[in-house]
């Protein structure tokens, strides 16, 4: 009949004989054989388990269910022939089975309640801003309340991590910045004959603008999330616990220092943004556009004054503020699991670049209505 | 499958260098089937590494290494479903539920239906020793004990041959400890497991091992207990002169006679 067990059937009794290896590899051919027997007219079923070769757990599991089966329809089921290990393992399986209810694993589909999550979430959500603004406030107090000694080397640490580092990209991406938008002025300007006022939005664009938004925005990208994963980490593996029974504050010696750090290396990343911006206009210019060095540099003084410079550096603080706060606030937030640890660093930059954004457009607002 | 090889681990000659620093130097130990051996050693010695080399976690300098007569590479695939691990931290996936843990390698190794899946796992974290209410936590709400346990029913989820632990008893207290060696006794007596076991507790040592492999001079030297603790080795005779050891030692003395005995068939 089938490799793993032969039917016999003689007056009432229905004699299952089994064989080959009864294992975890198997338990889905020995189902479909097991659940393909059923008794005519038998009374009771005998189960032969003396020519087994191999038998486990997951094997034995199948054959008690199966017994379990015709017991449900009245046939009385027995077991003949188990080695002491193998009958040791079904006896553990009876135990068991009384005790077994239902637990969710994999693939458990879920009711959907989506207006009640929503509201839920939007609630868990507003309770959470409040609770961070309370934390942050804290935190600050706490560095200015008592700061520590190990607050400025950290804070020099992170100016470097965060500022110095990042000098290469940032430079970079703002010298292509001044490209494209000394190319796209161009383009328009050619029309009028004025190709020369391609200095004019190319300047006023990167210092009010682009300079240190661009600036801010890789800075969250590389360092907030750096913030994010190092305090997570720091969270998971006890490590901000044994900060505070040491008598360390967490917000003074974690917190602290980054947004401090931060608030100085953004400023400084910006004047290299604006700088490598001007470069590329500038290149651009020469190479292309026929506005000599000497030219661009001329029109840039009538274009721009000291003003439009300090517009775009007075955001920067505020932006190394937002950033270092969702960082260092999400990863504290860090509880229980990596997967946790994954999604609160996504968060902190999502988040962090959402805040520098709508930063700026207040920014943006006010210092034109003030006429800055 | 069982006659191709003669001992369900052997290795060969392995040498494992970091730097300058010799760790493991021609190093040979056979595993033979349904034993349950103990690895000892002082820190240093390489018992972490040498259970690593064995898992292809560790590429070795040097040697050879056949688990289950299979010729183990490293970061290759090994024999997966047939060894199970525990580690020293349990190595839950933070997650997933236990019974998520429990449940991933016997959907990763097998095409079975979810609700076979789920009972196959129920029963194994059943076997460990857990309930339901703590199947449906996550690793972070269960006691160092419970992840323990809930570890070893992953790791006992493809009904393996080979059982590694790594320090299974580290961390726990007395009482729990004591469970966790009559869990494994218990377990070694009913499924047809040969286990490795890494440990520190003399205890578990005395208690549950049938032989013993200790680490020293870069080799291994392995017995039963009750040769090795007339072994001349000085580090040997430091490990077994520990007034802790002693009493371990005279504790599984008494003990012994009772857990040796073939386990009852029932009724």
């Given at each position: 009949m089938s490799t793993y067990l032969t039917v016999d059937r003689q007056d009432g009794l229905l004699q299952i004989k089994l064989q080959d290896d009864w294992v975890f590899p198997n338990v889905q051919r020995l189902q479909q054989t097991l659940d393909e027997i059923m008794p005519a007219s038998e009374q009771r079923v005998s189960f032969q388990?003396?020519?087994?070769r191999d038998l486990d757990l997951a094997g034995a599991w199948v054959l008690y269910e199966r017994s379990m089966d015709f017991e449900e329809l009245g046939i009385k089921t027995d077991f003949e022939g188990f080695r002491s290990s193998h009958l040791k393992f079904l006896q553990h399986i009876i135990d068991l089975a009384a005790r077994k209810e239902y637990v969710p694993g994999f693939f458990d589909p879920q009711p959907s309640h989506f207006l009640r999550d929503g509201i839920g979430k939007i609630g868990a959500n507003t309770i959470e801003a409040v609770d961070s603004v309370g934390y942050i406030a804290r935190a600050v107090l706490d560095g200015i309340k008592r700061p520590s000694r190990l607050m400025i080397g950290e804070a020099i640490r992170q100016v470097h991590s965060c500022g110095v580092a990042a000098i290469p990209i940032v430079t970079v991406i703002c010298f292509l910045m001044g490209v494209v938008l000394a190319y796209q002025s161009a383009r328009q300007l050619e029309q009028f004959g004025a190709n020369i006022f391609m200095v004019d939005l190319v300047a006023n664009a990167i210092f009010r603008e682009l300079g240190v938004l661009l600036a801010a925005i890789m800075v969250a990208g590389r360092s907030g999330s750096a913030f994010a994963a190092a305090l997570g980490t720091m969270k998971l593996t006890e490590e901000v616990d044994a900060l505070r029974v040491m008598g360390l504050n967490p917000n003074q010696v974690l917190i602290i220092p980054r947004i401090i750090g931060l608030m100085i290396a953004l400023p400084l990343l910006t004047v290299f943004a604006d700088a490598a911006g001007l470069l590329g206009g500038a290149f651009i210019g020469a190479t292309v556009?026929?506005?000599s060095g000497f030219a661009f540099s001329e029109r840039l003084a009538v274009a721009i004054n000291v003003n439009d410079l300090l517009v775009g550096l007075s955001k920067a603080p505020v932006f190394a503020f937002l950033i270092a706060v969702t960082g260092t606030l999400r990863g504290m937030q860090v509880k229980g699991s990596a997967e946790e640890l994954g999604r609160l660093t996504t968060i902190a930059v999502v988040q962090s670049i959402f805040l520098i954004i709508v930063a700026d457009a207040i920014f943006t607002v006010i210092y034109s209505r003030i006429g800055f | 499958m069982a006659g191709e090889y003669e001992h369900i681990i052997s290795i060969r000659g392995l040498v494992n260098r970091f730097g300058n620093q010799?760790?493991?130097?021609?190093l040979n130990l056979d595993v033979r089937r349904d034993e349950i051996l103990g690895v000892v050693g002082g820190s240093g010695t390489g018992k972490s590494v040498l259970l690593r080399s064995i898992l292809g976690l560790h590429g070795p300098n040097a040697g050879r290494i056949e688990v289950l007569g299979q010729a183990i590479r490293y970061l290759e695939p090994g024999p997966h479903r047939q060894w199970g691990v525990l580690f020293q931290g349990g190595a839950?996936?933070?997650?997933?539920?236990v019974q998520e843990n429990v449940e991933l390698p016997i959907a990763l190794h097998s095409d079975l239906p979810v609700e076979t899946r789920r009972e196959l796992a129920v029963l194994k974290i059943f076997m460990v020793g857990l309930d339901l209410a703590a199947a449906a936590k996550?690793?972070?709400?269960?006691?160092g004990g419970m992840r323990k346990r809930a570890s070893l029913a992953r790791a006992l989820a493809l009904e393996p041959r080979i059982l590694f632990l790594d320090?299974?008893?580290?961390?726990?207290?007395p009482i729990s400890a004591t469970e966790f060696d009559e869990l494994v006794s218990y377990l070694h007596a009913n499924l047809d497991l040969t286990i490795v076991m890494i440990t520190h507790d003399v205890d578990t040592l005395f208690s549950v091992c049938d032989r013993v492999a200790v680490l020293v001079n870069k080799g291994i030297i392995v017995d039963t207990l009750d040769k090795l603790v007339k072994h001349p080795d000085p580090w040997i005779q430091q490990y077994f002169g520990d007034p802790r050891a002693v009493r371990a030692r005279q504790a599984a003395r008494h003990m012994r006679p009772e857990s040796a005995q073939p386990i009852e068939t029932g009724d």
């Open positions: 388990c003396g020519g087994l556009l026929d506005i | 010799v760790v493991h130097d021609q839950l996936l933070s997650g997933l539920t996550y690793p972070n709400e269960l006691s320090e299974p008893t580290a961390g726990l207290d």
